[in-house]
C-alpha cells in the first residue's frame, strides 16, 4: 500500500477523531501503521516490511505486488505460529522472533502485540543488531496503535468477510475455519 503522507497528517487525523468522538477511522490507522514502517525502512537494510495479522491477513505493506504481499503475510503468520507450537512443546517458552537467513537476505518475524505480526526483509549483508533493537521499538508502537484503536475488530470482520465469501464460493480450506 503505497500512501503519500502530507504535512497535514496530523490535523487532518485530529480532525477525523473530533468527528468521530475520540476514535480513529481505520484509514488514519492504516496511514499511521503505514508512516511506522516507512520510518523504519529509512534506518536502511530493510528491503521489504508489512504489518500482518496474527492469522495471516496483510494489514499494510510496502511490498510492490499485492499478491506477494498477501502471500508474504500468511506464510510469515504461518511460520512464527508453527515456531510458537514448536517451542511451546518442547517447553522452551514463546519465541520472541523467528529469523530465516539466504543468501538473499533475512527475513524477520515478530509479535507486535497479541493481534498483529511486524515482518521485513532485509539485504543480503544487513547486520541484525541495530534492526532487531528498532524492531522492538517499531514492534512497540504498532501494538499501541492497536492498543488505541479499533483495528482488532476490523482484522475480525475482514477474516470473517473472507471466510464467507469462500464458503459462497463453495471453497471452504479448513484454515479459513480457524481463522474465525
Known amino acids: 500500500m503505497k500512501i503519500s503522507l502530507g ?22 490507522i492504516l496511514i499511521m501503521l503505514n508512516k511506522i514502517l516507512v520510518d523504519l525502512k529509512q534506518m536502511g537494510g530493510i528491503n521489504a516490511s508489512s504489518i500482518t495479522s496474527r492469522n495471516g491477513l496483510l494489514i499494510v505493506s510496502d511490498i510492490e505486488m499485492e499478491s506477494h504481499a498477501k502471500t508474504f503475510a500468511a506464510m510469515s503468520a504461518t511460520m512464527l505460529a508453527a515456531s510458537e507450537t514448536a517451542t511451546i512443546e518442547l517447553g522452551k517458552g514463546i519465541p520472541d522472533r523467528v529469523i530465516v537467513e539466504s543468501d538473499q537476505g533475512k527475513l524477520v518475524v515478530m509479535g507486535a502485540g497479541p493481534d498483529a505480526l511486524l515482518v521485513i526483509l532485509t539485504e543480503p549483508d544487513a547486520g541484525l543488531g541495530l534492526i532487531l533493537v528498532e524492531l522492538e521499538k517499531t514492534a512497540e508502537k504498532i501494538k499501541r496503535s492497536f492498543d488505541t484503536s479499533n483495528v482488532s475488530f476490523f482484522i475480525r470482520n475482514e477474516a470473517e468477510d473472507s471466510f464467507l465469501a469462500a464458503k459462497q464460493q463453495g471453497g471452504i480450506v479448513q484454515h479459513a475455519e480457524s481463522i474465525l
Open 7 to 28: 504535512l497535514n497528517f496530523d490535523l487532518r487525523v485530529q480532525i477525523n477523531r473530533i468527528r468521530n468522538k475520540n476514535r480513529y477511522y481505520m484509514e488514519d
